[in-house]
């Protein structure tokens, strides 16, 4: 646990916590992007222990939350058909699409395999060559280069039997939707840190130069976290608009070469629909054409409807920040991780989810 | 289990020559096939005077005050480090009982076998049973074995019952509980879960953790001898892991659980894995670790003795019971944040990045 340890000191963190104390005159609100970094902050308590003016709010960043409705009755739909073998990550499978999640499909009989990696999925169809294994690729800019290097494997093998399902979503074109949405309040952006390893930081500048707005590329455990506030905030209050990295431990400014080969590869940025918020212009991936054999999209035959999302969910609400888990009318009544009305109560990095789980209102428990 | 300690037991008791490789549907008939298959291994291994008597059920008298447990054991996989399903078969009743504050006495064994099981792995699982059962006191005295067609079960399913005599002091209930009462954590936290995840398929990882799986019946014991009724409640921390035991601790007992994130105990390779795979150990299943909720003026002192057991080396006190936020348990992170710890909704699904 070297390198995590350090970062979860407490002496470091309450001297963090004093600085920021002293550095904070105004009311500012932060938004961290990463579903990963709001876990954290509810996780380890930190939300309860920053400074009464800081408003922290919660981004869009949890892959789960936003793989829109129409696209989870596609995988339920494909995942029924009895020649096929539907993969995911584990938390895809709860998440509700119109009719039933994953799951439900999975205990009426379907065979739905929870995997770490999709290149576990590309084994299973060299298995199975009776049956078409398809790997549910969902994710941000972390999770595409795995997804992108499972085809390439798969093609290497010579496999016809194994597609996937994407739903590929981009970080900055979504902070510059929120960034323009009339709505929007927030005055700074910790940065999602995994993303940035893979994609690097030059994606950055031209929004903080644009919309004159700090960003602090950002960790995830309790020092990096309150690092990575304080620095906002110091720029907050000098009124500076810089891109910055406290995660450099992990992220370089050019960020991974070769996985963003892998990526430029195998995908095409399109734009794309994110559950909640809505359509936003070149803010995805898919497949491209050199590789459509293994576009699970193109490849199955897929004949569903497209359906209404619950009106009572206020999840746009809740990834866009503009609302807090806690503000919804349903929250922890006709909506719980056991009976989630949207997304975002069933992920664990979903900020309802985690304030359901944490039993999060931000004031001290 | 210590590797050596198999072995020695592989060497000491050899497999019979079956006359078959693998068990079908007629080993569960009732039939002659069904008395081949008991015959030839299963009483010889388990023997004892009341399983010998090969009736129905078993006959014994025991007295004082008695408690009864059951569970089914349906793990997947059926061997992993550390131990496997007939060893969890035993200790895991025999630890029920424990908690109740009960010494077992007689168990009943009762296997689902999904046909195809090759029947050199019924054999080992027998030995495993039989090791824990010697381990622990414990006699099986009675049985059942049933065959499902392939693709009906998983391999093999148990399940025990057991009898055991409660300890002459032992008062062990929720109504006990009372508030400024200490909790006590008998060991390092969630290396049963996660020595099984290190073997599924799709998981697998290089990982030298193995199961905790272990009987607690004479740890228990020696703190009942000495501190009696003063051992409020005990709950062994198995499905749901710590959090979920501590929940329903506080739940039905109606009181608030405080707890100190920087005191519960775990090894560092389990953590390690824990953050690999995006699992809160907190909820992670345990097969040797209890929690026991002890009067605060004795609480120094069971832990002290707690930690001369081989079972209790790691324990250590995590917290306390609170009137205040009655039904919640309430955790100081490491850091020094507060924050309640729930329940989990369903299993623990691995999160995507």
């Known amino acids: 646990m070297k390198y995590m340890s350090e970062y979860r000191d407490a002496t470091r963190v309450k001297s963090y916590l004093a600085e920021l104390q002293q550095v904070v005159t105004k009311p500012w609100t932060i938004m961290e992007v990463c579903g990963g970094q709001t876990h954290s902050l509810v996780k380890n308590g930190i939300l309860s222990m920053l400074p009464d003016k800081i408003n922290m709010v919660h981004g869009p960043g949890c892959p789960v939350c936003v793989t829109p409705l129409h696209l989870i009755d596609k995988a339920v739909f494909l995942a029924e058909k009895p020649d096929v073998i539907m993969c995911s990550y584990g938390d895809m499978l709860r998440v509700p699409g119109s009719k039933k999640s994953l799951l439900e499909a999975k205990a009426a009989g379907a065979d739905v395999r929870i995997l770490y990696s999709p290149l576990e999925a590309v084994k299973l169809a060299k298995e199975n060559p009776g049956k078409e294994v398809i790997f549910f690729a969902v994710g941000f800019e972390t999770t595409a280069p795995a997804n992108a290097l499972s085809v390439l494997h798969a093609e290497r093998a010579g496999l016809k039997n194994y597609s996937i399902l994407t739903s590929h979503v981009l970080v900055p074109p979504a902070i510059e939707a929120l960034i323009r949405d009339e709505t929007n309040t927030v005055q700074g952006f910790l940065a999602a840190g995994h993303v940035c390893t893979i994609m690097g930081m030059s994606e950055y500048f031209p929004l903080a130069e644009k919309y004159k707005i700090p960003i602090v590329v950002t960790g995830f455990e309790p020092v990096d976290l309150l690092q990575g506030i304080l620095m906002l905030v110091k720029q907050l209050e000098a009124g500076t608009y810089n891109v910055e990295n406290q995660y450099t431990?992990?992220?370089?400014?050019?960020?991974?070469?070769?996985?963003?080969?892998?990526?430029?590869?195998?995908?095409?940025?399109?734009?794309?629909?994110?559950r909640g918020i809505g359509s936003i212009p070149v803010s995805g991936y898919e497949v491209n054409k050199q590789y459509t054999a293994f576009d699970a999209n193109k490849k199955m035959n897929i004949s569903i409807a497209k359906a209404e999302e619950s009106k009572e969910c206020i999840a746009g609400e809740i990834l866009k920040g503009l609302k807090k888990p806690s503000q919804c009318p349903?929250?922890?009544k006709k909506c719980t991780p056991i009976n989630p009305l949207g997304a975002p109560m069933v992920s664990s990095e979903g900020a309802c989810a985690v304030y359901y789980h944490f039993n999060c209102t931000e004031e001290p428990v | 289990m210590s590797i050596t300690k198999k072995i020695k037991m592989q060497l000491s008791c050899p497999m019979p020559k079956f006359d078959f490789d693998s068990i079908n549907l007629g080993h569960g008939s009732g039939g002659i096939l069904t008395q081949r298959l008991l015959n030839s291994g299963v009483f010889e291994m388990l023997k004892n005077d009341k399983l010998d008597e090969k009736h129905d059920g078993a006959f014994f008298s025991l007295d004082g005050e008695l408690a009864f447990s059951t569970d089914s054991y349906v793990v997947h996989p059926i061997f992993f480090p550390g131990g496997d399903i007939g060893e969890l078969a035993v200790n895991g009743t025999v630890n029920d009982l424990a908690m109740c504050g009960a010494m077992a006495r007689y168990l009943s064994l009762s296997f689902i076998i999904e046909e195809g099981l090759p029947v050199e792995q019924f054999w080992q699982i027998l030995q495993s049973i039989k090791y824990a059962c010697d381990n622990a006191g414990v006699q099986v005295v009675t049985g059942d074995t049933k065959v499902v067609e392939k693709g009906k079960g998983d391999k093999i399913f148990i399940n025990t019952s057991g009898i055991g005599t409660v300890h002459a002091a032992a008062d062990i209930r929720l109504g006990n509980i009372k508030d400024r009462d200490a909790v006590?954590?008998?060991?390092?936290?969630a290396a049963h879960g996660i020595a099984i995840m290190s073997k599924r398929q799709g998981l697998e990882f290089e990982t030298d953790i193995t199961s905790d799986t272990i009987n607690l019946n004479f740890t228990v014991k020696k703190l009942l001898d000495i501190y009696g009724d003063k051992i409020h409640f005990l709950r062994d921390a198995t499905r749901g892991g710590l959090a979920g035991v501590?929940?329903?601790?506080?739940?039905?007992?109606?009181?608030?659980?405080?707890?100190?994130?920087?005191?519960?105990?775990?090894?560092?390779?389990?953590?390690?894995?824990?953050?690999m795979l995006g699992l809160d150990p907190l909820y992670v299943a345990n097969e040797g670790v209890f929690v026991a909720v002890v009067d605060a003026a004795v609480a120094a002192e069971v832990l002290n003795n707690l930690r001369q057991d081989a079972n209790g080396l790691n324990s250590a006190v995590i917290g306390s019971i609170t009137g205040e936020h009655p039904a919640k348990v309430i955790l100081q992170s490491a850091i020094g944040g507060r924050r309640v710890v729930n329940m989990l909704p369903g299993e623990q699904l691995p999160r995507i990045c």
């Open chain 1, 249 to 274: 431990r992990v992220v370089r400014p050019e960020g991974n070469p070769q996985a963003r080969a892998v990526i430029e590869k195998v995908f095409e940025v399109s734009n794309r629909e994110w």
């Open chain 1, 330 to 332: 349903q929250f922890g």
């Open chain 2, 246 to 275: 501590l929940n329903e601790i506080a739940v039905d007992a109606k009181k608030g659980i405080d707890i100190r994130e920087k005191d519960i105990a775990i090894e560092e390779q389990v953590a390690g894995a824990c953050e």
């Open chain 2, 184 to 189: 006590i954590v008998s060991g390092k936290i």
